[in-house]
Structure formats: C-alpha cells, structure tokens
C-alpha cells in the first residue's frame, strides 16, 4: 500500500464530527458537510475553530464571498441532513428546501435541531494544498436539548456510547 491508501486507511479510522458547514450572503448560499472541525480556542477577544473545506466546493467559494459561515453540530439523529449536504441524497429540491433552518442572529443559516450552531465571522484562511483552511470567530452559539453529536468513523455513522454503557 503507498503512502496515500495507508493515510486514507488510517484517517478512516479516526471517529470526529459531522457538522454542516453553512453560509449566505453577496456569494450565495451554500452548505456542505465536513468531518474536519474542532475548536481553536475559548479563549482570546473571541471563541474560535477551524474547518477545511475542499478548494472545489462551492460552499467555500462563497464563505470567502460572504465572510461568514455557521457550523452546525449535527445530533446523532440527523443522517438525512448530513446525507444531503454531501451530495449523498439525490432529489429535485434544493439542499436548503429539504430541511428545517432560519437566519442566525448574523444572518447565517442555522440548521433546527443541531447539537449545536456556532455562528461564524471568517478570520483567516489558509489554501493548503486542496483544502482551504477557515478560522471562524464565534458570534453566537446556540445548544439544543440533544447534545448527543453525530459521528463518522470506519467509513458509517456513529454514535457514541459511554463507556460503562457497552454491552
């Protein structure tokens, strides 16, 4: 195996997020799911994290338009919306006319029933290779009363389960 299929294999066997990245405003709206998410810092003028993005999605041409973004935490029950912003879930509709959202306090949409919205300015980016690198300050979080995250790992959803809950 070369070293790409042994990175691919290898990162296929890492767990993380699924959360849909989003964005509207002079460069569209856009949404797309990404696994690449995690926090930069709670600490600082602002709250901040960080998401890749690949340089051919449009979602990302338009968070560089638009200057901000949401990223939606999907709960463990949101499959269907992760499936449509990947492309995964074929229909005559529109990504944004198949699920339920509003516009965040900063104009961003915001996905119902998320784990949790974190409303975004864009601070800095960062072309790496094929994926752009986007440092978002956070404006806004909003949490909803299911906090239990949706997960991809070994290429399928997940869920996670406590330890003392195994069987």
Known sequence: MDLRQSFVEGMARATTFVSVITTDGPGGQHGVTVSSMTSVSADGEA????VCIHHK???VAAILQNGAFCV???NAGQ?????IF?????SDLARFDRVDWQAGQGGQPVLAGAAANFECTLRSTLLWETHHVL???VGAVHLSDNP???LYG??????AVGMDERA
């Open 79 to 83: 499959q269907a919306q992760s499936d």
């Open 47 to 50: 709250p901040s994290l960080l």
């Open 86 to 90: 990947a492309g995964r879930a074929p």
């Open 148 to 150: 239990d995250a949706l």
């Open 57 to 59: 999605s449009p979602a």
């Open 135 to 137: 440092i978002g300050q």
């Open 154 to 159: 070994q290429r399928s959803y997940r869920r």
């Open 72 to 74: 939606n935490l999907l």
